[in-house]
């Protein structure tokens, strides 16, 4: 795989496929801007060599035609700030005036294209429709990390109309950081998996059983398993053909010697809302018309104990319905535990997902952990051991 750094983009116009799937609130303002700061040092590697940079993205998910409030015209103002540089924009992510504007370009300029996604060719993988994008760039520079599951037209088809493919920055350093972790941990090594489905998170955690040496589950997931264990959950989020699988996984877990925590107490409401009436009731025993929204205290203090004696953390999934703050202080006091563990400990802490990363940016604590992926999926199904498509096309 060729790195940024071993190349020149002296009088090059490179062709970016970066993840600006960010998300926006209903002004339109990016309230996430995590992955658009993630791909500065890239493009300003670029610039500083005397390049030009086309940046292509999608946001959200169009139904196959432009929408306005999917168009990354929004984001043009904030990223020309990010770079102190005046981004140019094109309306149409191909077409003529889209290939004018590229070949326009000067040294030193960027030029943001329209949502990809505008066309429905883009998530098909056409052909064509790769071939009108390649022409945009001498070279392609694949950064879109969060994107690379998707064997897409800018994302993977497209690597076959260029002689010159360079994997970014965002991409090498998530690539390297997810195998330090899979391959090199320092011992010992404590998954925290989160998030409401066991589903979701079922290939990860079996493939984590022959890496870790703990394993804690908290989040929606963990009523799943309560109730396997045959307590009352309630109304609590339940998966309840995954039971079976929720128990096999707790035995596989002790053939390989891996320690499992799951939460003793928890923080019900009577209803999904941050001003619920709340109580702290022992875990298998939430009344019916009750739901489990968050870890309990005890549940914190035993996680806690167990980051701190960890040198590897991987965190994937919230610990509760952090999405209300009444809710969040689980999840908090686990960023906490697994910032502390970091900068105390020197332990290598790796935050993957869309969820535990939002939750860890938004506690102010994005800096203060060893790397926040900026994949969701992406990441699971790297880590699983599936090939991306967006990875296998830069090779
Ligand atoms: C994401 O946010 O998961 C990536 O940008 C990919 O988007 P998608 O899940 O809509 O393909
Ligand atoms: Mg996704």
């Given at each position: 795989?060729?790195?940024?750094?071993?190349?020149?983009?002296?009088?090059?116009?490179?062709?970016?496929?970066?993840?600006?799937?960010?998300?926006?609130?209903?002004?339109?303002?990016?309230?996430?801007?995590?992955?658009?700061?993630?791909?500065?040092?890239?493009?300003?590697?670029?610039?500083?060599?005397?390049?030009?940079?086309?940046?292509?993205?999608?946001?959200?998910?169009?139904?196959?035609?432009?929408?306005?409030?999917?168009?990354?015209?929004?984001?043009?103002?904030?990223?020309?700030?990010?770079?102190?540089?005046?981004?140019?924009?094109?309306?149409?992510?191909?077409?003529?005036?889209?290939?004018?504007?590229?070949?326009?370009?000067?040294?030193?300029?960027?030029?943001?294209?329209?949502?990809?996604?505008?066309?429905?060719?883009?998530?098909?993988?056409?052909?064509?429709?790769?071939?009108?994008?390649?022409?945009?760039?001498?070279?392609?520079?694949?950064?879109?990390?969060?994107?690379?599951?998707?064997?897409?037209?800018?994302?993977?088809?497209?690597?076959?109309?260029?002689?010159?493919?360079?994997?970014?920055?965002?991409?090498?350093?998530?690539?390297?950081?997810?195998?330090?972790?899979?391959?090199?941990?320092?011992?010992?090594?404590?998954?925290?998996?989160g998030?409401?489905?066991?589903?979701?998170?079922?290939?990860?955690?079996?493939?984590?059983?022959?890496?870790?040496?703990?394993?804690?589950?908290?989040?929606?997931?963990?009523?799943?398993?309560?109730?396997?264990?045959?307590?009352?959950?309630?109304?609590?989020?339940?998966?309840?053909?995954?039971?079976?699988?929720?128990?096999?996984?707790?035995?596989?877990?002790?053939?390989?010697?891996?320690?499992?925590?799951?939460?003793?107490?928890?923080?019900?409401?009577?209803?999904?809302?941050?001003?619920?009436?709340?109580?702290?009731?022992?875990?298998?025993?939430?009344?019916?018309?009750?739901?489990?929204?968050d870890i309990?205290?005890?549940?914190?203090?035993?996680?806690?104990?167990?980051?701190?004696?960890?040198?590897?953390?991987?965190?994937?999934?919230p610990m509760g319905?952090f999405?209300?703050?009444?809710?969040a202080i689980g999840t908090n006091a686990i960023a906490?535990?697994?910032?502390?563990?970091?900068?105390?400990?020197?332990?290598?802490?790796?935050?993957?997902?869309?969820?535990s990363?939002?939750a860890?940016?938004?506690?102010?604590?994005?800096?203060?952990?060893?790397?926040?992926?900026?994949?969701?999926?992406?990441?699971?199904?790297?880590?699983?051991?599936?090939?991306?498509?967006?990875?296998?096309?830069?090779?």
């Amino acid at each position: 795989m060729k790195t940024l750094d071993a190349y020149n983009f002296s009088g090059k116009r490179a062709l970016i496929r970066v993840d600006f799937n960010v998300p926006l609130n209903n002004k339109f303002e990016i309230t996430d801007d995590t992955r658009m700061k993630a791909t500065l040092p890239t493009i300003n590697k670029i610039l500083k060599d005397g390049g030009s940079c086309v940046l292509m993205s999608h946001l959200g998910r169009p139904k196959g035609g432009p929408e306005d409030k999917y168009s990354l015209k929004h984001l043009v103002g904030p990223l020309s700030i990010m770079l102190g540089v005046a981004v140019k924009f094109a309306d149409d992510c191909i077409g003529e005036s889209a290939q004018a504007q590229a070949d326009a370009l000067k040294p030193g300029e960027v030029l943001l294209l329209e949502n990809l996604r505008f066309y429905k060719e883009e998530e098909k993988g056409d052909v064509g429709f790769a071939e009108k994008l390649s022409k945009l760039g001498d070279v392609w520079v694949n950064d879109a990390f969060g994107t690379a599951h998707r064997a897409h037209a800018s994302t993977a088809v497209i690597a076959q109309f260029f002689t010159d493919k360079v994997c970014g920055y965002v991409m090498q350093a998530e690539l390297d950081n997810a195998q330090r972790v899979l391959e090199n941990a320092d011992r010992p090594f404590t998954a925290i998996m989160g998030g409401a489905k066991i589903s979701d998170k079922i290939l990860i955690i079996e493939k984590l059983l022959d890496k870790v040496d703990n394993l804690i589950i908290g989040g929606g997931m963990a009523y799943t398993f309560a109730k396997a264990k045959g307590g009352n959950i309630g109304k609590s989020l339940l998966e309840a053909d995954k039971q079976a699988l929720a128990l096999e996984l707790l035995e596989k877990a002790k053939t390989k010697g891996v320690q499992v925590y799951l939460p003793v107490d928890n923080v019900i409401a009577d209803d999904f809302a941050n001003e619920a009436n709340r109580q702290v009731v022992p875990t298998g025993e939430i009344p019916d018309s009750w739901e489990g929204l968050d870890i309990g205290p005890e549940t914190v203090k035993q996680f806690s104990e167990v980051v701190a004696q960890s040198r590897t953390i991987l965190w994937n999934g919230p610990m509760g319905v952090f999405e209300f703050p009444n809710f969040a202080i689980g999840t908090n006091a686990i960023a906490d535990a697994v910032v502390k563990a970091t900068e105390e400990n020197d332990a290598f802490s790796l935050i993957g997902g869309g969820d535990s990363a939002s939750a860890v940016n938004n506690a102010g604590y994005g800096d203060r952990v060893s790397y926040v992926s900026t994949g969701g999926g992406a990441l699971l199904e790297y880590m699983e051991g599936k090939t991306l498509p967006g990875v296998a096309a830069l090779d």
